[in-house]
């Protein structure tokens, strides 16, 4: 009798230790052997959330004064608005906030929270960066990728005018407004090219040179960290690339190229290779970096890019290659 109880004791120790593990164990050894990765569940918190909606004017936002726009009578209560602004910024671990929100009708301060202490921006300085530039360059300005004819026969110059969110394939961006990367396409520039190099009658071996001499200085800044540029964060710039320079096309993060010139380049020459095979010439792939000729015009239609770009994930070579068009 003795050893029946102590076997039935047994089992329910057994049963309370082996029921709620299955329930906790159970689902990640099933994805597992399914051999599905499991997702981390991702809590975006309170203070990285757009409003869900506006306070007034049926969900526009408030322009400034004189604008045609009807506003609230008054501004909001800044006592309410600091306790609800304290509660939303609290947050856990190392990190702080600085601000000032003002009333853009009047500029009245309606909260500050050590607005006036000199802190690192990280990426919100892409705000203030597509602004200047909007306001410098203008809305009309173009970021031109041309291929122009060499000094030596046989032989074109590719010049990079500052678009680093090329594509390898063809042109994306004729009849979509909206789109950022691959608006212009070196594809498509190699066909043209193809067929103006036809039209020249010219045969044998065709010569690719990259001129990229429109920015002077460094590529890598030396102030960047050595860990932001092995973690792809930053890379090299130059003033044509593929896709913010990532070393896959159509990535936004990982490793980006090293020379990402000399990465479009090539792409360029497999492209016009692959152009070339009915239009009675070969195509030396092997890139060399050499310049324009002064006053010559780009012969086959060029590749062009709207500016600005939009702010994306991978922004930050487009809005350093702003910075690098303007004087000075």
Known sequence: MARVLTGLLLTLVLAVLVVPLAF?????????????????QVVVPPYQQGPGRLAFSGGDFPVPAGAGQSAPDTAPDTDTLKDLLDA?????????FHGTVLDALTGEVLYDLDGGTAVTPASSLKILTAAAALSDL?????????????????????????DVLLAAGESDGESDGEQI????????????????????????????????TLFTGDTLSPAWSSEDVEAGEMAPLFPLAINSAWAAEGASSGLRADDAALTAAEAFAAALETASVDNGFTVDTVIERGTAAEGLSSWPPWNRRPFPNRCGICCSPPITTWLRHWPG
């Open 88 to 96: 939303e910024l609290a947050v856990s671990g190392s990190g702080t």
């Open 24 to 40: 906790y164990a159970g689902p990640p050894l099933l994805t597992a052997l399914r051999g599905e990765q499991p997702q981390r």
């Open 181 to 212: 990367t691959g608006r212009a396409g070196l594809q498509t520039l190699a066909e043209k090219t193809a067929a103006a190099l036809e039209k020249r009658g010219t045969g044998g071996t065709v010569r690719i040179r990259l001129d990229d």
């Open 138 to 162: 203008g809305a009309d300005t173009r970021f031109e990728t041309a291929v122009y004819a060499g000094n030596a026969p046989s032989t074109i110059v590719l010049k990079g005018g500052g």
